[in-house]
């Protein structure tokens, strides 16, 4: 058990249409991350959440965007599916940035989205 | 730009083996390196992380693995397989001030008994 709780833990969602994924991260951790995880591959990093402020970004387009609470709990949300976003949505929380002297992460279950 | 390179997507052990999950790095500064374990249809879960300490890091399930800076290798052992340890294994690499850790492309651990 990692503290961090992620919902739903399965969908189903047709191309064209709007979802969003929710995360509460461990007690007394500030920081978010999401991870994409496809079939096959390893976890590649989409956004961090400091603060209620977006803390830095990866390779992904401005469809996918979030937010986080004043409880730091987050939700991801990802615009005009497409099939490529199948995938496990991970979310990680962690202390004061990312790897800041090497921070612990813990990441949830994950999400599958499954885009038909 | 840090990258993670895992050599062999899959390997396959007899119970009782020994383990070895090789990781390499790059890191154009002294770098933080995780290693996670997923089971099937669960998130990851650390074994153990490298943070400038010892470089011999000891972690969970009885795996340990060696920093060796000359190799930039961060490679994951276990003396002794067992068929619990059936899963994959994914090498991370941070750096100081960086918001994302960079994985590798995973390698699953096979346990034949």
């Known amino acids: 058990e990692t503290g961090v709780t992620q919902s739903p833990t399965h969908l189903i969602k047709t191309r064209g249409q709007q979802v969003t994924l929710r995360c509460s991260s461990q007690?007394?951790?500030?920081?978010v991350s999401w991870y994409q995880q496809a079939l096959g591959q390893g976890p590649q990093f989409i956004f961090q959440?400091?603060?209620?402020?977006?803390?830095g970004r990866g390779n992904f387009p401005p469809r996918f965007s979030g937010l986080q609470f004043p409880n730091y709990s987050s939700e991801l949300n990802v615009n005009a599916l497409e099939l490529d976003d199948s995938a496990l949505y991970l979310c990680?929380?962690?202390?004061?940035?990312?790897?800041?002297?090497?921070?612990?992460?813990?990441f949830g279950e994950g999400s599958w989205l499954t885009v038909v | 730009a840090q990258s993670v390179t895992q050599l062999g997507s899959h390997v396959s052990v007899s119970e009782g083996a020994l383990v070895l999950l090789r990781c390499n790095y790059s890191s154009s500064v002294p770098p933080y390196l995780f290693w996670y374990v997923q089971y099937p249809n669960q998130g990851l879960q650390l074994l153990l992380k490298?943070?400038?300490?010892?470089?011999l890091v000891k972690g969970i399930n009885g795996f340990e693995a060696e920093f060796k800076k000359s190799e930039t290798s961060f490679h994951l052992t276990k003396p002794s397989a067992h068929m619990s340890d059936a899963a994959e294994y994914f090498c991370?690499?941070?750096?100081?001030?960086?918001?994302?850790?960079?994985f590798g492309s995973g390698t699953r651990l096979q346990v034949q008994p």
């Open positions: 990680a929380s962690s202390r004061g940035g990312q790897t800041s002297s090497g921070n612990t992460i813990y």
């Open positions: 490298y943070t400038s300490a010892a470089t």
């Open positions: 959440y400091y603060r209620e402020e977006e803390n």
């Open positions: 007690s007394g951790h500030n920081t």
């Open positions: 991370a690499v941070s750096e100081t001030g960086r918001r994302a850790l960079t």
